[in-house]
C-alpha cells in the first residue's frame, strides 16, 4: 500500500524525533546501525521507574500555591535518572516569566537549573498556545524529555516571585498539576554529565560588544539553545550576528556560524511563517524573532569552559557595528542554553526580579538616519 506524502513525511518524522532521543539518551548502539529507532523498545530494562506528583488538589498544602510561593515538585534519592518532567497548564491557561524553574543535584546549594518555566519549554515569555520539538513541547501542558541523572539526590522546585500572595487565586494562576518520571539505577558511569540550564537577557548596542549566553566552567558539552532577538519599537532587526562558542578559553571561536538564522537551520532572514522541526524552528516574538536549536549529534563539547556569544563577526560590513553602536539602535535578546557538565559548576548568574524579566515595551523610535 502506497500511503498518501503527508503521512509518509508525518512518519519519517517521528521517526526522526525518535532518532534524535535515542541519540540523547547515550544508547549502548549506534543509531544508524539499528533498524528501526523503536529497536530497543523490547529491551528488559534495569531498574524501577517512579513518578512525584505535586501541585494538584490530592497533594498536601506544602506541594501546592495555596500555602507558599516556593513548591517543591519533587525530592528524589538517587542514583536515579529523570525521564520526563510534565507541567499542567494552570486554570487561566497562562503563564509568564513569574514563575522560575530550578533544579539542585547532589544536594549542591546553588541550582543547575535556573530560568523562568516558560523560557525552559521554548516559549519565550509565555506567548504560545504550543511547541513541537524533540525535547520539550507545550498545548495545554508543558513536558520535557532531557535525560537528568544524578546520583544522590534531585530537587525540583517552582518559584513564584510575582505580585500574588499564596493562596486560592496563586493556585489558580500556577501549574495546576505536576508530574516527574525516573528510572533508578545501581550507578552511574563516572564519564556521566548533570543538566543545566539558565537564562539571561540583556538590551545593549551589539555593535561595541557580544552578548554573552553562556560562560561556563569544568568539563562539559553544550547540547542546545532558544533565543530571542528583537529592536523594541522597531519592525526589523538584524540576522547578521555570528554564534561563537569559545572553548577552554580559547581567543579565536573555533565554531562561529555566520549568521543569527543560519545557526538555527534556515538562510536570508527566518521565513514569513513559524517552522517547527524536531531540532530545529523558528517563530514570530513581538516584532522580532525566538528561534531554537538542538545539538544532539554535534554538541560542542568542552574540557575546561566554554564561553557562548552573539555578536558581529570581525569580517562583517563595518555598516552593522556603525549602525548597531548609534544611541537609540540597542538590541534586546534573551537566551535559555542547555547543557550537561561535572559538578562542581560555576555558580549561574542571578535572575533579575520578575518585572525586569519581561520583554522590553514596544515603544516607537524615530526613523533611522543614514
Known amino acids: 500500500m502506497i500511503l498518501p506524502r503527508k503521512f509518509r513525511l508525518a512518519i519519517w518524522s517521528t521517526a526522526f524525533a525518535w532518532a534524535a532521543l535515542a541519540l540523547v539518551f547515550g544508547l549502548s548502539r549506534p543509531v544508524l546501525a539499528q533498524p528501526s529507532p523503536l529497536a530497543d523498545l523490547a529491551e528488559l530494562t534495569p531498574g524501577r521507574v517512579k513518578a512525584e506528583n505535586a501541585l494538584w488538589i490530592e497533594n498536601?498544602?506544602?506541594?501546592?500555591?495555596?500555602?507558599?510561593?516556593?513548591?517543591?515538585?519533587?525530592?528524589?534519592?538517587?542514583?536515579?535518572?529523570?525521564?520526563?518532567?510534565?507541567f499542567a497548564m494552570p486554570e487561566v491557561l497562562k503563564l509568564n516569566r513569574d514563575l522560575l524553574l530550578r533544579m539542585y543535584w547532589d544536594d549542591e546549594r546553588n541550582p543547575s537549573v535556573d530560568c523562568p518555566l516558560v523560557d525552559f519549554f521554548c516559549d519565550p515569555a509565555g506567548l504560545r498556545d504550543e511547541v513541537n520539538t524533540a525535547l520539550v513541547n507545550?498545548?495545554?501542558?508543558?513536558?520535557?524529555?532531557?535525560?537528568?541523572?544524578?546520583?544522590?539526590?534531585?530537587?525540583?522546585?517552582?518559584?513564584?516571585?510575582?505580585?500574588?500572595?499564596p493562596g486560592k487565586q496563586l493556585w489558580r494562576i500556577m501549574p495546576c498539576y505536576s508530574y516527574v518520571m525516573y528510572r533508578t539505577r545501581k550507578r552511574l558511569p563516572a564519564d556521566t554529565g548533570y543538566f543545566h540550564a539558565s537564562w539571561r537577557q540583556e538590551s545593549l548596542l551589539l555593535g561595541e560588544r557580544d552578548y554573552v549566553a553562556l560562560e561556563a566552567k569544568g568539563r562539559g558539552k553544550f547540547v542546545g539553545w532558544n533565543v530571542t532577538v528583537r529592536r523594541p519599537g522597531r519592525n526589523d532587526y538584524p540576522v547578521d550576528e555570528n554564534e561563537k562558542f569559545y572553548i577552554d578559553g580559547e581567543g579565536t571561536a573555533s565554531v562561529e556560524f555566520q549568521g543569527l538564522e543560519d545557526s538555527f537551520g534556515f538562510s536570508w532572514g527566518f521565513p514569513p511563517t513559524e517552522s517547527q522541526f524536531p531540532l530545529t524552528g523558528f517563530y514570530k516574538f513581538f516584532k522580532g524573532a525566538v528561534a531554537y536549536r538542538f545539538f544532539i549529534q554535534d554538541a560542542i563539547s568542552f574540557d575546561k569552559s566554554l564561553r557562548v556569544?552573539?555578536?558581529?563577526?570581525?569580517?562583517?560590513?563595518?555598516?552593522?557595528?556603525?549602525?548597531?553602536?548609534k544611541p537609540g539602535n540597542a538590541l534586546q535578546l534573551s537566551s535559555t542554553v542547555y547543557w550537561y557538565q561535572r559538578e562542581p559548576h560555576a555558580p549561574l548568574p542571578a535572575l533579575p526580579l520578575a518585572a525586569e524579566r519581561e520583554p522590553a515595551a514596544e515603544q516607537p523610535l524615530s526613523p533611522l538616519i543614514h
Open 60 to 86: 498536601p498544602l506544602s506541594a501546592r500555591f495555596n500555602s507558599s510561593n516556593r513548591v517543591v515538585v519533587a525530592e528524589v534519592k538517587g542514583p536515579a535518572v529523570i525521564t520526563m518532567v510534565h
Open 138 to 165: 507545550k498545548r495545554r501542558g508543558f513536558n520535557a524529555y532531557f535525560p537528568m541523572p544524578f546520583r544522590r539526590s534531585a530537587r525540583i522546585e517552582l518559584v513564584y516571585d510575582g505580585p500574588v500572595p
Open 309 to 325: 556569544a552573539i555578536g558581529f563577526g570581525a569580517h562583517e560590513s563595518p555598516f552593522f557595528r556603525r549602525e548597531f553602536s
